[in-house]
């Protein structure tokens, strides 16, 4: 599963992009449930690079 870091600015980039719809605003960043399939389209869209596997 991917983890969204600190370095999220919060621009929803990666939720526009998941084909799960995995990826939810939770307060001062986004959050990845466990709906989370693996894909990697969340890091590749975002701009801060604050997606990783974790």
């Known amino acids: 599963m991917y983890v969204i870091n600190s370095n999220c600015i919060n621009c929803g980039a990666c939720a526009a992009d998941c084909p799960v719809d995995a990826i939810k605003e939770g307060g001062e960043a986004y959050v990845i449930n466990t709906d989370c399939?693996?894909?990697?389209?969340?890091?590749?869209?975002?701009?801060?690079?604050?997606?990783?596997?974790?």
């Open 37 to 54: 399939i693996d894909c990697g389209a969340c890091a590749g869209s975002c701009p801060v690079d604050a997606i990783e596997p974790g």
